[in-house]
DNA sequence: CGTCTATTTGAATGTACTCAAAAGCGGTGG
DNA sequence: CCACCGCTTTTGAGTACATTCAAATAGACG
Protein backbone atom coordinates (compact mmCIF):
# COMPACT_ATOMS: atom_id res chain seq x y z
CA UNK A 1 0.00 0.00 0.00
CA UNK A 2 0.51 3.50 -0.54
CA UNK A 3 3.16 3.62 2.95
CA UNK A 4 5.14 0.75 2.51
CA UNK A 5 7.76 2.30 0.53
CA UNK A 6 8.18 5.30 3.07
CA UNK A 7 7.81 2.66 6.15
CA UNK A 8 10.80 0.67 4.70
CA UNK A 9 12.90 4.07 3.56
CA UNK A 10 12.45 5.14 7.89
CA UNK A 11 13.34 2.00 9.28
CA UNK A 12 16.47 1.95 7.55
CA UNK A 13 17.68 3.83 9.94
CA UNK A 14 15.20 3.98 12.87
CA UNK A 15 12.79 1.39 14.24
CA UNK A 16 8.93 2.51 14.82
CA UNK A 17 6.10 0.57 17.01
CA UNK A 18 2.33 0.53 14.86
CA UNK A 19 1.15 3.58 16.25
CA UNK A 20 4.05 5.96 16.12
CA UNK A 21 3.83 4.23 11.94
CA UNK A 22 0.03 5.39 11.90
CA UNK A 23 0.97 9.33 13.34
CA UNK A 24 3.64 9.74 10.94
CA UNK A 25 1.67 8.54 8.03
CA UNK A 26 -1.47 10.57 8.53
CA UNK A 27 0.98 13.72 8.83
CA UNK A 28 2.04 13.05 5.06
CA UNK A 29 -0.14 14.22 2.43
CA UNK A 30 -0.25 12.33 -1.11
CA UNK A 31 0.12 13.99 -4.33
CA UNK A 32 0.20 13.39 -8.18
CA UNK A 33 2.05 15.12 -10.46
CA UNK A 34 2.54 14.82 -14.28
CA UNK A 35 5.40 15.12 -16.07
CA UNK A 36 6.45 18.45 -16.78
CA UNK A 37 4.47 19.85 -13.87
CA UNK A 38 6.20 21.60 -10.79
CA UNK A 39 6.30 20.62 -7.02
CA UNK A 40 8.40 23.86 -6.32
CA UNK A 41 9.81 26.91 -7.73
CA UNK A 42 12.36 29.52 -7.47
CA UNK A 43 11.14 32.30 -5.45
CA UNK A 44 8.89 30.70 -3.34
CA UNK A 45 9.18 29.50 0.23
CA UNK A 46 9.73 25.32 -0.46
CA UNK A 47 6.72 24.07 2.10
CA UNK A 48 7.55 20.65 1.38
CA UNK A 49 10.06 17.47 1.54
CA UNK A 50 9.02 15.10 -1.10
CA UNK A 51 9.21 11.33 -1.19
CA UNK A 52 8.79 9.87 -4.39
CA UNK A 53 6.72 6.47 -4.12
CA UNK A 54 6.71 6.57 -8.25
CA UNK A 55 8.19 8.20 -11.34
CA UNK A 56 11.25 10.55 -11.27
CA UNK A 57 11.51 13.94 -10.58
CA UNK A 58 15.03 16.94 -10.95
CA UNK A 59 15.72 19.64 -9.35
CA UNK A 60 17.25 22.84 -10.80
CA UNK A 61 18.74 26.27 -10.58
CA UNK A 62 18.22 28.65 -13.57
CA UNK A 63 21.08 30.96 -14.22
CA UNK A 64 21.22 34.80 -15.18
CA UNK A 65 20.96 33.78 -18.58
CA UNK A 66 18.30 31.46 -18.52
CA UNK A 67 20.23 28.59 -18.45
CA UNK A 68 18.59 25.20 -16.40
CA UNK A 69 21.34 23.26 -13.95
CA UNK A 70 19.92 20.06 -12.72
CA UNK A 71 20.87 19.98 -8.85
CA UNK A 72 19.42 16.35 -7.76
CA UNK A 73 17.28 13.46 -9.14
CA UNK A 74 15.24 11.14 -7.64
CA UNK A 75 13.39 7.91 -8.55
CA UNK A 76 11.31 5.56 -6.05
CA UNK A 77 12.68 5.60 -2.22
CA UNK A 78 14.10 8.73 -2.37
CA UNK A 79 13.58 12.16 -1.32
CA UNK A 80 13.78 15.86 -3.07
CA UNK A 81 12.87 19.09 -2.15
CA UNK A 82 14.62 22.56 -1.94
CA UNK A 83 15.89 21.41 1.28
CA UNK A 84 17.96 25.16 1.78
CA UNK A 85 14.63 27.06 1.74
CA UNK A 86 13.01 24.39 3.25
CA UNK A 87 15.34 24.71 6.41
CA UNK A 88 15.60 28.65 6.38
CA UNK A 89 12.29 29.51 5.17
CA UNK A 90 13.75 31.98 2.45
CA UNK A 91 12.67 31.99 -0.68
CA UNK A 92 14.26 29.24 -2.70
CA UNK A 93 16.56 28.84 -5.44
CA UNK A 94 15.40 25.92 -6.81
CA UNK A 95 12.70 24.21 -9.28
CA UNK A 96 11.33 21.02 -8.70
CA UNK A 97 10.04 19.16 -11.86
CA UNK A 98 8.01 15.80 -12.99
CA UNK A 99 10.04 14.48 -15.70
CA UNK A 100 7.64 11.18 -15.59
CA UNK A 101 4.21 10.96 -13.92
CA UNK A 102 5.16 10.58 -10.47
CA UNK A 103 3.86 10.10 -6.98
CA UNK A 104 4.69 11.77 -3.93
CA UNK A 105 4.46 12.25 -0.39
CA UNK A 106 4.29 15.56 0.88
CA UNK A 107 5.63 16.69 4.47
CA UNK A 108 5.36 20.02 5.73
CA UNK A 109 7.37 22.25 8.11
CA UNK A 110 4.56 22.50 10.57
CA UNK A 111 4.10 18.73 10.83
CA UNK A 112 7.76 17.84 10.88
CA UNK A 113 7.78 19.64 14.41
CA UNK A 114 5.27 18.14 15.58
CA UNK A 115 6.20 14.93 14.58
CA UNK A 116 9.83 15.43 16.30
CA UNK A 117 7.49 15.82 19.79
CA UNK A 118 5.08 13.50 19.12
CA UNK A 119 8.47 10.88 18.10
CA UNK A 120 11.50 12.09 19.12
CA UNK A 121 13.28 9.15 16.63
CA UNK A 122 12.28 11.13 13.64
CA UNK A 123 14.27 13.97 14.78
CA UNK A 124 17.11 11.43 14.14
CA UNK A 125 16.16 10.08 11.28
CA UNK A 126 15.88 13.68 9.23
CA UNK A 127 19.44 14.58 10.76
CA UNK A 128 20.48 11.56 8.94
CA UNK A 129 18.66 12.42 6.20
CA UNK A 130 20.75 16.17 6.24
CA UNK A 131 23.84 14.20 6.62
CA UNK A 132 23.87 12.25 3.91
CA UNK A 133 22.82 14.81 1.68
CA UNK A 134 25.54 16.80 3.11
CA UNK A 135 27.50 14.25 2.58
CA UNK A 136 26.69 13.71 -1.17
CA UNK A 137 27.32 17.74 -1.64
CA UNK A 138 31.01 17.38 -0.52
CA UNK A 139 31.72 14.31 -2.83
CA UNK A 140 30.47 16.13 -5.63
CA UNK A 141 32.13 19.05 -4.87
CA UNK A 142 35.50 17.20 -4.57
CA UNK A 143 34.60 14.95 -7.45
CA UNK A 144 33.51 18.37 -9.62
CA UNK A 145 37.14 20.29 -8.69
CA UNK A 146 39.41 17.42 -9.40
CA UNK A 147 37.87 15.46 -12.49
CA UNK A 148 37.63 15.71 -15.80
CA UNK A 149 33.80 15.76 -17.22
CA UNK A 150 34.84 11.86 -19.04
CA UNK A 151 35.67 11.11 -15.12
CA UNK A 152 32.49 12.36 -13.66
CA UNK A 153 30.20 10.94 -16.39
CA UNK A 154 31.71 7.63 -15.30
CA UNK A 155 31.54 8.01 -11.87
CA UNK A 156 27.65 9.22 -12.15
CA UNK A 157 26.58 6.09 -14.14
CA UNK A 158 28.85 3.67 -11.70
CA UNK A 159 27.10 5.33 -8.70
CA UNK A 160 23.78 5.87 -10.03
CA UNK A 161 22.99 2.85 -12.39
CA UNK A 162 19.16 3.37 -12.36
CA UNK A 163 19.06 7.45 -13.17
CA UNK A 164 21.73 6.29 -15.87
CA UNK A 165 18.77 4.02 -17.83
CA UNK A 166 16.06 6.60 -17.07
CA UNK A 167 16.94 10.24 -17.38
CA UNK A 168 17.51 11.75 -20.76
CA UNK A 169 21.16 12.70 -21.62
CA UNK A 170 20.58 16.50 -21.81
CA UNK A 171 19.81 16.09 -18.19
CA UNK A 172 23.16 14.13 -16.90
CA UNK A 173 24.74 16.88 -19.07
CA UNK A 174 23.01 19.60 -17.25
CA UNK A 175 23.68 17.65 -13.90
CA UNK A 176 27.80 17.11 -14.54
CA UNK A 177 27.51 21.00 -15.98
CA UNK A 178 29.06 19.92 -19.58
CA UNK A 179 26.55 20.57 -22.64
CA UNK A 180 24.56 17.77 -24.04
CA UNK A 181 27.04 17.73 -27.19
CA UNK A 182 30.00 16.89 -25.28
CA UNK A 183 28.39 14.24 -23.37
CA UNK A 184 27.65 12.63 -26.37
CA UNK A 185 30.98 12.69 -27.51
CA UNK A 186 32.65 11.34 -24.35
CA UNK A 187 29.96 8.46 -24.77
CA UNK A 188 31.04 8.19 -28.06
CA UNK A 189 34.95 7.99 -27.11
CA UNK A 190 34.15 5.38 -24.36
CA UNK A 191 32.44 2.98 -26.70
CA UNK A 192 35.57 3.18 -28.87
CA UNK A 193 37.75 3.07 -25.96
CA UNK A 194 36.23 -0.48 -25.02
CA UNK A 195 35.45 -1.89 -28.04
CA UNK A 196 39.64 -1.44 -28.60
CA UNK A 197 40.38 -3.11 -25.28
CA UNK A 198 38.22 -6.20 -25.69
CA UNK A 199 40.02 -6.83 -29.07
CA UNK B 1 39.71 35.38 27.15
CA UNK B 2 39.95 32.65 25.15
CA UNK B 3 36.70 31.31 25.31
CA UNK B 4 34.95 35.27 23.98
CA UNK B 5 34.85 34.64 20.40
CA UNK B 6 33.35 30.86 20.40
CA UNK B 7 30.24 32.19 22.92
CA UNK B 8 29.79 35.26 20.87
CA UNK B 9 29.42 32.43 18.20
CA UNK B 10 27.21 30.39 19.53
CA UNK B 11 24.90 33.48 20.21
CA UNK B 12 24.20 34.74 16.93
CA UNK B 13 22.06 31.39 17.58
CA UNK B 14 21.03 30.69 20.65
CA UNK B 15 21.21 32.18 24.51
CA UNK B 16 22.95 30.19 27.01
CA UNK B 17 22.93 31.05 30.87
CA UNK B 18 26.20 31.98 32.59
CA UNK B 19 25.92 28.30 34.04
CA UNK B 20 25.57 26.80 30.24
CA UNK B 21 28.49 28.46 29.26
CA UNK B 22 30.38 27.21 32.02
CA UNK B 23 29.61 23.78 30.88
CA UNK B 24 29.80 24.44 27.63
CA UNK B 25 33.39 25.56 27.63
CA UNK B 26 34.17 23.36 30.50
CA UNK B 27 34.16 20.35 27.29
CA UNK B 28 36.10 22.23 24.85
CA UNK B 29 39.96 21.60 24.44
CA UNK B 30 42.36 24.20 23.21
CA UNK B 31 45.02 23.15 21.45
CA UNK B 32 47.98 25.52 19.50
CA UNK B 33 49.17 24.00 16.03
CA UNK B 34 51.85 25.96 14.23
CA UNK B 35 51.98 26.53 10.72
CA UNK B 36 52.23 22.89 8.70
CA UNK B 37 50.65 20.88 10.90
CA UNK B 38 47.70 18.86 10.86
CA UNK B 39 44.81 18.83 12.93
CA UNK B 40 43.56 15.22 11.56
CA UNK B 41 44.55 13.16 8.04
CA UNK B 42 42.56 10.92 5.56
CA UNK B 43 42.11 7.60 6.50
CA UNK B 44 41.58 8.54 10.29
CA UNK B 45 38.33 8.84 11.79
CA UNK B 46 38.02 12.69 12.85
CA UNK B 47 37.30 12.63 16.26
CA UNK B 48 37.17 16.86 16.64
CA UNK B 49 35.17 19.67 15.13
CA UNK B 50 37.73 23.08 15.55
CA UNK B 51 37.12 26.19 15.95
CA UNK B 52 39.27 28.49 15.43
CA UNK B 53 40.19 31.23 17.97
CA UNK B 54 43.46 32.68 15.85
CA UNK B 55 45.43 31.57 12.69
CA UNK B 56 44.07 29.96 9.21
CA UNK B 57 43.72 26.37 8.13
CA UNK B 58 42.47 24.44 4.78
CA UNK B 59 40.92 21.40 4.72
CA UNK B 60 41.71 19.11 1.27
CA UNK B 61 41.07 15.98 -0.81
CA UNK B 62 44.19 14.02 -2.51
CA UNK B 63 43.29 12.41 -5.43
CA UNK B 64 44.47 9.33 -6.51
CA UNK B 65 47.41 11.49 -8.67
CA UNK B 66 48.31 13.32 -5.98
CA UNK B 67 46.64 16.55 -6.20
CA UNK B 68 45.56 18.64 -3.56
CA UNK B 69 42.22 20.06 -3.59
CA UNK B 70 40.90 22.49 -1.17
CA UNK B 71 37.52 22.21 0.36
CA UNK B 72 37.46 24.21 3.02
CA UNK B 73 38.96 27.63 4.46
CA UNK B 74 38.62 28.65 8.18
CA UNK B 75 40.21 32.27 10.10
CA UNK B 76 38.88 33.19 13.28
CA UNK B 77 35.24 32.57 14.43
CA UNK B 78 35.10 29.63 11.79
CA UNK B 79 34.56 25.88 12.55
CA UNK B 80 36.48 23.30 10.26
CA UNK B 81 36.89 19.92 10.50
CA UNK B 82 35.78 16.96 8.56
CA UNK B 83 32.24 16.91 8.96
CA UNK B 84 31.43 13.74 6.88
CA UNK B 85 33.66 11.17 9.06
CA UNK B 86 32.86 13.38 12.46
CA UNK B 87 29.40 12.89 11.36
CA UNK B 88 29.67 8.83 10.08
CA UNK B 89 32.70 7.85 12.12
CA UNK B 90 33.94 6.30 9.28
CA UNK B 91 37.46 7.26 7.99
CA UNK B 92 37.69 10.41 6.32
CA UNK B 93 39.05 11.71 3.33
CA UNK B 94 40.34 14.97 4.28
CA UNK B 95 43.65 16.31 5.72
CA UNK B 96 43.35 19.74 7.98
CA UNK B 97 45.79 21.85 7.73
CA UNK B 98 47.72 25.27 9.41
CA UNK B 99 48.28 27.52 6.98
CA UNK B 100 49.33 29.87 9.72
CA UNK B 101 50.01 29.04 13.38
CA UNK B 102 46.94 29.50 14.93
CA UNK B 103 44.74 28.62 18.27
CA UNK B 104 41.61 26.49 17.62
CA UNK B 105 39.12 25.12 20.63
CA UNK B 106 38.09 21.36 19.87
CA UNK B 107 35.23 19.47 20.35
CA UNK B 108 34.83 16.30 20.63
CA UNK B 109 31.90 13.53 19.12
CA UNK B 110 31.67 12.02 23.00
CA UNK B 111 31.23 15.54 24.61
CA UNK B 112 28.99 17.00 22.05
CA UNK B 113 26.19 14.34 22.59
CA UNK B 114 27.20 14.53 26.58
CA UNK B 115 26.46 18.95 26.08
CA UNK B 116 23.00 17.45 24.03
CA UNK B 117 21.54 16.17 27.09
CA UNK B 118 22.56 18.64 29.48
CA UNK B 119 21.80 21.70 27.03
CA UNK B 120 19.58 20.64 24.66
CA UNK B 121 19.69 24.02 22.56
CA UNK B 122 23.06 23.22 21.62
CA UNK B 123 21.80 20.46 19.57
CA UNK B 124 19.72 23.30 17.51
CA UNK B 125 23.19 25.05 17.39
CA UNK B 126 24.75 22.25 15.22
CA UNK B 127 21.81 21.49 13.22
CA UNK B 128 21.62 25.40 12.28
CA UNK B 129 25.83 24.74 11.33
CA UNK B 130 25.07 21.33 9.51
CA UNK B 131 22.39 22.85 7.47
CA UNK B 132 24.24 26.45 6.60
CA UNK B 133 27.40 24.11 5.36
CA UNK B 134 24.89 22.22 3.47
CA UNK B 135 23.92 25.40 1.68
CA UNK B 136 27.39 26.72 1.49
CA UNK B 137 28.11 23.54 -0.52
CA UNK B 138 24.84 23.45 -2.29
CA UNK B 139 25.63 26.98 -3.44
CA UNK B 140 29.01 26.03 -4.71
CA UNK B 141 28.02 22.93 -6.38
CA UNK B 142 25.64 25.82 -8.99
CA UNK B 143 28.81 27.65 -9.14
CA UNK B 144 31.18 25.09 -10.45
CA UNK B 145 28.90 23.90 -12.72
CA UNK B 146 26.81 26.97 -13.76
CA UNK B 147 29.93 29.85 -14.04
CA UNK B 148 33.23 30.30 -15.46
CA UNK B 149 36.37 29.91 -14.04
CA UNK B 150 37.01 33.75 -13.99
CA UNK B 151 33.11 34.33 -12.57
CA UNK B 152 33.69 31.44 -10.25
CA UNK B 153 37.02 33.48 -8.89
CA UNK B 154 34.83 36.94 -8.43
CA UNK B 155 32.70 35.62 -7.12
CA UNK B 156 34.85 34.33 -4.50
CA UNK B 157 36.53 37.05 -3.64
CA UNK B 158 33.22 38.92 -3.06
CA UNK B 159 32.12 36.54 -0.81
CA UNK B 160 35.05 35.87 1.35
CA UNK B 161 37.20 39.09 1.11
CA UNK B 162 39.12 38.08 3.91
CA UNK B 163 40.50 35.17 2.90
CA UNK B 164 41.67 36.86 -0.39
CA UNK B 165 43.75 38.89 1.51
CA UNK B 166 45.38 36.11 3.55
CA UNK B 167 45.60 33.12 1.51
CA UNK B 168 48.37 32.57 -1.16
CA UNK B 169 46.68 32.50 -4.82
CA UNK B 170 47.94 28.98 -4.97
CA UNK B 171 45.23 27.89 -2.59
CA UNK B 172 42.77 29.84 -3.94
CA UNK B 173 43.35 28.48 -7.53
CA UNK B 174 43.06 24.95 -5.98
CA UNK B 175 39.84 25.61 -4.28
CA UNK B 176 38.06 26.38 -7.33
CA UNK B 177 39.41 23.66 -9.32
CA UNK B 178 42.02 25.64 -11.46
CA UNK B 179 45.30 25.64 -11.97
CA UNK B 180 47.37 28.49 -10.25
CA UNK B 181 48.84 29.62 -13.28
CA UNK B 182 45.02 29.79 -14.84
CA UNK B 183 44.35 31.95 -11.91
CA UNK B 184 47.52 34.32 -12.44
CA UNK B 185 46.01 35.08 -15.70
CA UNK B 186 42.63 35.49 -14.58
CA UNK B 187 43.85 38.17 -12.48
CA UNK B 188 45.81 39.85 -14.95
CA UNK B 189 43.27 39.89 -17.30
CA UNK B 190 40.57 41.39 -14.58
CA UNK B 191 43.41 44.16 -13.83
CA UNK B 192 43.49 44.86 -17.48
CA UNK B 193 39.53 45.14 -18.39
CA UNK B 194 38.86 46.88 -14.55
CA UNK B 195 41.54 49.67 -16.01
CA UNK B 196 39.43 49.82 -19.26
CA UNK B 197 36.63 50.92 -17.92
CA UNK B 198 38.11 53.74 -15.62
CA UNK B 199 39.28 55.54 -18.96
C1' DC C 1 71.54 36.08 3.41
C1' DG C 2 70.35 32.11 0.96
C1' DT C 3 66.88 28.94 -0.14
C1' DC C 4 62.54 27.52 -1.09
C1' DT C 5 58.03 28.48 -2.61
C1' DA C 6 54.69 31.43 -4.98
C1' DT C 7 53.67 34.16 -8.93
C1' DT C 8 54.07 35.67 -13.61
C1' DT C 9 54.69 35.01 -18.48
C1' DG C 10 54.66 32.58 -22.89
C1' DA C 11 54.11 28.84 -26.21
C1' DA C 12 52.01 24.64 -27.27
C1' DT C 13 48.35 21.44 -26.29
C1' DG C 14 44.12 19.56 -24.77
C1' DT C 15 39.50 20.01 -23.08
C1' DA C 16 35.02 21.73 -23.57
C1' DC C 17 31.75 25.01 -25.91
C1' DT C 18 29.09 27.12 -29.82
C1' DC C 19 26.60 26.83 -33.80
C1' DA C 20 24.48 24.41 -37.41
C1' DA C 21 22.63 20.52 -39.60
C1' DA C 22 21.07 15.81 -39.84
C1' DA C 23 19.37 11.70 -37.86
C1' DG C 24 16.78 9.29 -34.29
C1' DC C 25 13.09 8.66 -31.13
C1' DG C 26 8.88 9.14 -28.52
C1' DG C 27 4.55 10.99 -27.54
C1' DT C 28 0.19 12.68 -29.38
C1' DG C 29 -3.64 13.12 -32.17
C1' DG C 30 -6.08 11.60 -36.00
C1' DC D 1 -1.96 1.97 -35.29
C1' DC D 2 0.33 5.04 -38.03
C1' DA D 3 2.18 9.52 -39.23
C1' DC D 4 3.67 13.60 -37.80
C1' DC D 5 5.81 16.92 -34.79
C1' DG D 6 8.96 18.28 -31.48
C1' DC D 7 12.61 17.20 -28.69
C1' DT D 8 16.95 14.53 -28.02
C1' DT D 9 21.10 12.81 -29.77
C1' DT D 10 24.76 12.73 -33.01
C1' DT D 11 28.28 14.73 -35.91
C1' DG D 12 31.51 18.19 -37.57
C1' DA D 13 33.95 22.53 -37.96
C1' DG D 14 35.54 26.44 -35.73
C1' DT D 15 36.51 28.79 -31.36
C1' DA D 16 37.25 29.74 -26.53
C1' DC D 17 38.61 28.23 -22.16
C1' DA D 18 41.90 26.02 -19.28
C1' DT D 19 46.13 23.05 -18.70
C1' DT D 20 50.96 21.75 -19.17
C1' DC D 21 55.62 22.69 -19.16
C1' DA D 22 59.43 25.66 -18.80
C1' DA D 23 61.75 29.65 -17.43
C1' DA D 24 62.15 34.07 -15.21
C1' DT D 25 60.94 36.94 -11.37
C1' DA D 26 59.31 38.05 -6.94
C1' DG D 27 58.48 37.14 -2.09
C1' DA D 28 58.72 34.97 2.29
C1' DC D 29 60.79 32.15 5.90
C1' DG D 30 64.27 30.24 8.51
Known amino acids: MEFNLILQNLQRHIELTDEEKEIFCSSL ?14 GEISRYQNFVNKGCLRSYYVDENG ?14 GDMASFLTKKPGSLFIEALEDSDVLQLDYPSM ?13 F ?14 IISTISRSAE ?3 LEFINKYPLFEQRLPQIHIASYL ?7 SKIRKKILVD ?4 LK
Open 113 to 125: EELYVKIPKLERF
Open 29 to 42: RSKKVKRHQFLGEA
Open 127 to 140: RILLQNAFITFEQR
Open 177 to 183: GITPEFL
Open 194 to 197: SSKT
Open 67 to 80: FEHNVQFAIEDWWI
Open 151 to 153: ERY
